[in-house]
């Protein structure tokens, strides 16, 4: 769990000054994180714990998911091949074995529209290998080399030969998407009802851009990446703040100006026509692939947020759910059945997997629990498990670092932070009405199935 503010955590709880955290500019946000603003759109999140017996930092850069996606999933991977005091893989490799192992990753995700570029180490805690806070601000030092010191070739560009080898290597990555058919239909099924919102573009971008791209334009687009995007940073494991903040401050060398605030979140707009699209995508698969997607208007800092969970978690989420109950045990339809929300777009999706020659009756079967979802059809039983399932899945939250950091990060983006234990206590208020309130909302935007093709054998 988070220190709280009279907790004593290494390097002292006052900085060695007397200072309050709220003299220093720190505040302890109700998530269990202390928060400083480090400059005009960058904001460090530090959960100072003796729960972990290490550090993970993570640094992201909140990029607007567009045309330049492609370009953006490259830059991680470049940056991860060499930087100008570690020029080649092999030298930050030996780097990282200096700070006893120390992790070092770079990727990006995608929370509705943001695109999130993030480079992060992971290590030992100083106070167990008794290395003082000098391998701490190590740590750090490693992090801030490969995002603010890449490898430079000339005036201007990145490394020929890393750009083109990581350019090969986001190719395959694109093209094996088709292969991991749930992901795939996934995807797909977000691009046919999202179409010409930035959510539709995948996190990786676009195959037919790949080749256009240049190691002098897409060192461009870093720079430009670096320079503008709001910053999220997340420290958590058993540190001073005061000592995170002053070794952040000296060693990332952010821009003072040009850097934008952190983007409007809002929920996907429906199609004016608002009549449910049917989509159908055949290709060589043995067990076809059916989602059902839904507007519900409702985004993570809503405040019935807490009652489209416990109504998702009725419908579909675990195994004790409607969808799995009615659709595989029973009528013995489908090979796995379940729902899960988007947040941050205010979509739900239930999905599952079947026989082609089964799709109506499927269709029909799923329809039908959200349509008794909307009278109110289920049980105070049905409640209780999909309230206990939730806060068993919150809880667990607390077990990981980055568990932690992706769930805040969710709420940073959202604007409301929403901590597991304030989610909690919202899901122990939410009543029967509240649940069909929310369940009436819901909205069948898109229907996608991914199936054999004519012909073809099971």
């Known amino acids: 769990m988070a220190a709280t503010g009279d907790e004593k955590v290494p390097g002292g709880k006052s900085g060695g000054r007397g200072e309050s955290r709220e003299e220093r500019g720190m505040h302890m946000e109700e998530s269990g994180f202390v928060v400083q603003e480090m400059g005009p759109g960058v904001t ?66 995608k ?23 000098r391998l701490l601000r190590d740590q750090l030092e490693l992090l801030a080399e490969v995002l603010f010191h890449p490898r430079e070739v000339g ?7 890393y750009t083109r080898q990581e350019k090969n290597v986001l190719r395959q990555k694109i093209e094996r998407l088709i292969n991991e058919k749930r992901r795939y239909g996934m ?17 990786l971008g676009r195959l037919d851009r790949i080749e256009s791209i240049t190691a002098e334009g897409l060192f461009q687009h870093y720079r430009e990446i670096l320079a503008e995007s709001p910053v999220s940073i997340f420290v958590v494991g058993p540190v001073d703040p005061q000592e995170v903040q002053t070794a952040i401050q000296n060693l990332f060398p952010w821009s003072k100006e040009g850097r934008q605030s952190l983007f409007a979140a809002g929920p996907y707009t429906p199609k004016p026509n608002g009549k449910p699209r049917t989509v159908r995508e055949e290709q060589e698969v043995n067990q076809a692939l059916l989602y059902l997607g839904y507007r519900t208007g409702i985004t993570f800092a809503d405040e019935r947020y807490p009652a489209l969970s416990l109504y998702s978690g009725i419908l579909g989420a675990f195994p004790h759910s409607k969808l799995f109950i009615q659709v595989r045990e029973k009528a013995s339809l489908a090979y796995f059945a379940f729902s899960q929300l988007e947040p941050t777009m205010g979509l739900m ?76 206590a919202a899901l122990d208020r939410v009543t029967k009405d509240d649940i069909v309130e929310v369940a009436q909302q819901v909205e069948l935007d898109t229907i996608y199935f991914l199936t054999r093709r004519e012909g073809g054998q099971a």
């Open 187 to 203: 995807f797909r099924l977000y691009q046919e009802m999202c179409q010409g919102d930035p959510f539709a573009i995948h996190r």
């Open 44 to 109: 460090m999140y530090v959960w100072p714990t003796r729960q972990f017996k290490t550090v993970s930092t993570r640094v992201v850069l909140h990029h607007p998911l567009g045309e330049d996606a492609t370009e953006t999933a490259l830059v991680p991977q470049v940056l991860l091949r060499g930087s100008a005091r570690y020029p080649t893989t092999q030298a930050l490799a030996r780097r990282r074995e200096e700070l006893f192992g120390t992790e070092l990753g770079a990727d990006v995700s």
């Open 349 to 424: 999706v239930t999905s599952c997997g079947i026989d082609p020659a089964n799709y109506e009756r499927a269709l029909d079967l799923m329809r039908a629990q959200v349509e008794a979802m909307a009278r109110g059809e289920f049980s105070d039983e049905e409640m209780a498990a999909a309230r206990a399932s939730l806060r068993t899945g919150l809880r667990s939250i607390y077990d990981s670092p980055d568990a932690l950091v992706d769930r805040t990060l969710l709420g940073v983006v959202n604007r409301r932070l929403r901590p597991p234990e304030e989610m909690i």
């Open 111 to 133: 929370l509705g529209r943001d695109h999130l570029v993030w480079v992060g180490v992971g290590g030992i805690s100083p106070r167990f290998v008794g290395a003082g806070s």
């Open 155 to 161: 005036s201007g560009r990145f490394d020929e030969e």
